[in-house]
């Protein structure tokens, strides 16, 4: 099994670019999620989703859109990149709520 | 969303101390606890999942406890070691409709030579 698969590890965008990042997931998981990890601030959720056709909003959802059209796939998309959405990314998946999370090795990126 | 406090934010120990930090959480839609690793430059590693008031869970010199009446939990480090050095995350789990993982801010833990 490979995991939780991040792509692309590192990405440089210009303000006003947009672009998908990538995630895919080989462990037949429900649940998968995005987050941004930011200085001081943890690990942040951006986006969830339970299941394939289903997604919904973590705690900072403004900027991004994800979609989850199968069970492995969950990619996250910027549409019109920021400052503010330089960060290091993490997506994770999880079979279910009593189960913990296995997390990709991140993506980190950076807007000028 | 379950809001979650750690603390302290951050901790400096000498080898070979023993340590704990905390984990609080609002006590009322609780369903489990999880519990995280998280070494610079590497991504989060999971250490336990709690679900029982009065849990405790080990894994080598680490372990923990839950008191769901209350909303904590306890991380201990037993005999620390530099390579104990890492941020450590709990994030409440809600269970029911909400399928959210939310998390803490962290520990940020660092042992000295």
Redesign the interface.
């Given at each position: 099994n490979a995991g939780v698969t991040q792509t692309p590890k590192f990405q440089v965008l210009k303000t006003g670019q947009s672009m998908t990042l990538q995630c895919a997931q080989d462990m037949n998981h429900e649940y998968m999620s995005w987050y941004r990890q930011d200085p001081g601030m943890g690990l942040r959720l951006i986006h969830y989703s339970v299941g394939a056709g289903i997604t919904d909003q973590g705690e900072v959802p403004n900027g991004y859109n994800v979609s989850r059209s199968t069970t492995e796939d969950f990619p996250l998309r910027l549409l019109s990149a920021a400052p503010s959405q330089t960060s290091v990314y993490f997506c994770a998946s999880r079979p279910g709520g009593l189960q913990p999370q296995h997390f990709g090795d991140g993506t980190r990126l950076s807007i000028l | 969303?379950l809001n979650v406090e750690q603390s302290p934010q951050s901790l400096h120990v000498q080898e070979g101390d023993s340590t704990n930090f905390t984990c609080s959480f609002p006590s009322s839609n609780f369903?489990?606890l999880?519990w995280?690793r998280w070494e610079t430059a590497?991504?989060?590693?999971?250490l336990f999942?709690m679900?029982l008031n009065g849990d405790e869970k080990k894994k080598g010199r680490i372990s923990a406890t839950l008191n769901t009446k209350e909303g904590y939990s306890y991380l201990y480090i037993k005999g620390s070691q530099p390579e104990d050095s890492a941020?450590y995350?709990c994030a409440p789990?809600g269970?029911g409709s909400n399928?959210?993982?939310?998390?803490?801010?962290?520990t940020l833990l660092t042992v000295n030579p």
């Open positions: - | 969303i369903y489990a999880h995280y590497k991504s989060p590693e999971a999942v679900t941020t995350l789990y269970g399928y959210k993982l939310t998390f803490g801010k962290g």
